[in-house]
């Protein structure tokens, strides 16, 4: 049976990782490759690396972040961040990452998925979607440029066309919930998995175990994305785990310890 | 027998080749990434990773001169490995797009049956259904990583080494003389994945193919645990 995904998200600025609520008081934790190796050793099932590196010219210092870790861990790899052409996503792909992340790029340019998919195959194409509460409570918006900006655009329709575009997995953050810990929107998350075939990804707002359990069991998400609470070891991916498998989900059990 | 493989992966423009170039240096080859048929002739495998659809694949082989090198090197029972899309390509054709494939082995690749969700993307179990050395040390039921909507459907069922079940079941490791098939991305499986690749690579020192060069016992786990 398919298992239900843990995925730790790393932010990455100028090749490091950083920490802090979302773009605002970075502080330095260390280097991407070590702290993927980490992740992968604890039972992580994949990666996700968004950087958040605000000079196109430097780039490269993200690709070789990209292909140190490709070399030394050996579950998949998800880069989002500032990837605006097939172009960039051929150069994300070929430096290691499995799947690229589209999420502003794609709001301002929906053929973009379409052009990445034909290239690449949808499985590459992961079109992250940031979405807010409306304050009517007239369903979500999505929001673009690291949440910063309102779009008028509804999530959930913009996760249906993204889908009929070519995306093989959505990656759907509550800005609402992100850096809260409050527990994840699963409202939102129920109302985009209903209404797609593809994999759904969980994001924003994870606090503990029962959080990631609710994120599948009520949103319908096929994996679930943490950062900080992996980050600050407040808690380890194995006992997220051990909860989930414990509610009846089917989770992988990590080998890599025995290694 | 050789004491490293010198392994030939075949680049065709599809996406990540360091990840498989760097677990196969782990366990042990000497890997060459070629993207034309001078590129294979020292080897002594043939890996064909890739993902993604069949048409723009095999039209990217064919501009690179590689589909004849590749049907050669399989008819003439040397070791060969495909991956996901590399598996697909082997047999007849694709009803995701029509296309012909090489042929190699009879079979079409198929759409997944009732799939809850599609893509097929993450962990999942791979059940032994045949002993076979490319899976030696392997629990059975391990979970590998898949990316993919379409699986292969072989007309020997002789060949079908594991299944994965998405909905309905679908073959995850095929074998056939010195030619062996995986749907997952062992390079992306962590340490199952890796010990996948390892028996492949001892399998080609060892000459522990059948119909691999030189070849005339059965296949035997070269390094059973």
Known sequence: MLRRRVIPCLDVADGRVVKGTRFVDLVDEGDPAELAARYAAEGADELVFLDITAAPERRATLLDVVERTARNVFIPLTVGGGVRSVDEMRAVLRAGADKVGLNTAAVADPDLVARCAARFGRQAVVVSIDARARPDGGGWEVVVRGG????????????????????????????????????FDTDLLRAIS?????????????????DFVAAIVDGGADAVLAASIFHRRIHAIGEVKAAMAAAGLPVRASREAAA | ?????????????????????????????????????????????????????????MARLEGQGLVEPIRAWIEAGRPFLGIC??????????DEDGAATLGVLAGRTVALEDPPTLPHIGWNQV?????????????DGADLYFVHSYAVAPADPETVIAET?????????????????????????????????????????????????????????????
């Open chain 1, 148 to 183: 910063r900006d309102g779009t008028g655009i509804d999530a959930v329709a913009w996760a249906v066309s993204a889908v009929e575009l070519g995306a093989g997995e959505l990656l759907v953050t509550s800005i609402d919930r992100d850096g809260t810990r409050s527990g």
């Open chain 2, 127 to 139: 059940e032994r259904r045949r002993d076979h050395p490319i899976l030696a040390g392997v629990p």
């Open chain 2, 1 to 57: 027998m050789t004491d490293r493989a010198r392994v030939a992966v075949v680049d065709y423009g599809a996406g990540n080749l360091v990840s498989i170039r760097r677990a196969l240096e782990t366990v042990g080859a000497d890997v060459e990434i070629v993207a034309g048929s001078e590129g294979i002739a020292t080897a002594n495998a043939l890996v064909v990773p890739g993902v993604g659809a069949a048409a723009p694949a």
């Open chain 2, 85 to 94: 899309l590399g598996l697909q390509l082997l047999y007849d054709g694709s």
């Open chain 2, 165 to 225: 079940t998405h909905g309905g079941p679908f073959p995850s490791v095929v074998a056939h003389r010195a030619t062996v098939g995986v749907q997952f991305h062992p390079e992306r499986s962590g340490v199952d994945g890796l010990r996948v690749l390892a028996n492949f690579v001892d399998l080609v020192v060892s000459d522990g193919l059948p119909a691999g060069r030189g070849a005339e016992q059965p296949a035997t786990a070269s390094r059973a645990s």
């Open chain 1, 194 to 210: 209903d209404r797609v075939q593809v994999p759904v990804i969980a994001s924003g707002g994870a606090g503990g175990p029962a």
